[in-house]
């Protein structure tokens, strides 16, 4: 079938409005906002099919750290093409995948390892939770099998990570699908009430957690978090201390604590590992997005050596049945070594300190701006809301500001009155302020 198409729309875009479907997006929304056709991309910059720049203030999507068409990435992947470009893992081995699960468990020393791949990170959920409920299974306890979650947390799109996804339009539309969970309220430092800090929010999120234990833990496999910040749940940022007392709770009631840092992960909080801001380290670890540079889908799923061993055995039927044709893919994990690389070549979290702060300076503007709450920063993630009275006569304030950010010449993705940064790691103070200024410039226009 034709779609209506906009008349200023390149033939390419039209095309692609004809036979992709795009994803998280409702089509007939292009007649009026059309896609934008990007052509090639260079550092932090998108270039549209007329040499338009966009600066990528989001990481495409929070998967790109080291820039566009990066050399030392480019020269990895171009080097493993010419030895293998795919094995299955599954009787088979090769030396990227070995050397990246080995660099990935030194990262936690020593306390996480045993990795399992897959491609996106909704998959490598999938293989937390599947994991967490075959473990009990195996040690005699099928009662555990339930899953807690947070309020207003994400964790993809596949049925059980949907499953503990608290996003009203997913569970609306997809709710008959899935398994009952039990939701918990967030540690969202946005909560706090007069006289209350972050970490009086956590403690009475931990509590809430610490009464549904108390009645419930023999039925419970496992929690699942986002460490330090909710991400697509508008950037929700909470203290480190309620990841020590979710992990306290977890020990005591014996559950298992998955850490979803697909988003948070690869330096975003200022640390390789979000749970490292607390000191803790979980039973189940995900990465996914920046751990290939934002270059090949890739994800995984790291677990401790008391899980690993209660898989290994003589049958079949206790080993983890689950696979992906695409498991450890060598060009992906070629990529992901050079980013691991550039992290330890280039002094990348230690670098990252003053990048921060140059963020912090390009929206300082936005701390004073009377249209503004909940300014909040963790690393290389910067949010603030507007205020909803504001948005009345704003039928969709989201799409709005990212037109009027096109406009000036920058990509961001507001989420409802959230908008938020998320930057390389490349950017130059320049650009930094660059973009604390566009965003200004596109709020003003959309307010007005």
């Not at 610490?210 to 929690?223: F, G, Q, S």
């Not at 009631?253 to 697909?262: G, P, Q, R, T, V």
């Amino acid at each position: 079938m034709k779609v209506i198409t906009n008349s200023h729309q390149t033939p390419l875009v039209q095309r692609s409005q004809d036979a992709v479907w795009h994803p998280c997006t409702q089509m007939k929304h292009h007649e009026s906002f059309p896609l934008i056709a990007i052509a090639r991309g260079k550092g932090a910059w998108l270039y549209d099919e007329k040499e338009n720049p966009l600066l990528d203030c989001i990481s495409s999507w929070w998967t790109n750290l080291f820039g566009h068409s990066n050399p030392r990435i480019n020269q990895a992947i171009a080097d493993q093409l010419e030895k293998i470009e795919h094995v299955m893992l599954a009787g088979f081995t090769h030396p990227p995948v070995v050397e990246l699960s080995e660099k990935l468990a030194a990262l936690t020393k020593g306390n996480l390892g045993h990795v399992f791949y897959a491609s996106d990170g909704a998959s490598a959920v999938e293989i937390a939770l599947k994991m967490s409920h075959h473990f009990w299974r195996l040690n005699h306890r099928p009662n555990k099998k339930k899953f807690v979650c947070l309020q207003n947390g994400y964790h993809g799109e596949t049925l059980g990570a949907l499953a503990v996804t608290d996003v009203a339009i997913f569970r609306d539309a997809y709710g008959a699908l899935l398994q009952s969970v039990f939701t918990i309220p967030s540690p969202d430092a946005r909560k706090a009430a007069q006289g209350e800090n972050a970490d009086d929010v956590a403690r009475h999120a931990a509590n809430e957690l610490e009464k549904l234990l108390e009645v419930e833990h023999h039925n419970i496999a496992a929690i699942i978090v986002e460490p330090l910040v909710q991400c697509a749940g508008q950037m929700a940022m909470h203290s480190p201390q309620y990841l020590r007392i979710v992990r306290a709770l977890c020990d005591k009631f014996d559950i298992h604590l998955i850490a979803d840092e697909i988003a948070v992960g690869c330096g975003r909080t200022g640390k390789f590992f979000a749970c490292e801001h607390a000191g803790v380290w979980p039973d189940f670890l995900t990465l996914s997005k920046g751990i290939s540079g934002g270059y090949l889908p890739l994800s995984l799923s790291m677990t401790t050596d008391k899980i690993y061993q209660a898989f290994y055995g003589d049958k079949t039927q206790q080993g983890f049945l689950h696979s992906h044709s695409y498991t450890g893919n060598p060009l992906a994990c070629a990529a992901a070594l050079a980013c691991l690389a550039i992290f330890e070549t280039e002094s990348v979290l230690q670098n990252n300190i003053e990048r921060s702060s140059d963020l912090t300076k390009a929206f300082a503007w936005a701390k004073e701006d009377e249209r503004i709450e909940h300014w909040r920063q963790q690393g290389m993630i910067l949010a603030f809301d507007i205020k909803p009275h504001l948005l009345q006569g704003h039928s969709n304030f989201a799409r709005e500001m990212f037109s009027a950010s096109i406009q000036e010449g920058i990509l961001i993705r507001p989420i409802s009155n959230t908008i938020y940064v998320m930057p390389p790691y490349i950017l130059s103070q320049a650009e930094t302020i660059q973009m604390g200024k566009s965003v200004h410039s596109a709020l003003n226009r959309t307010l007005a």
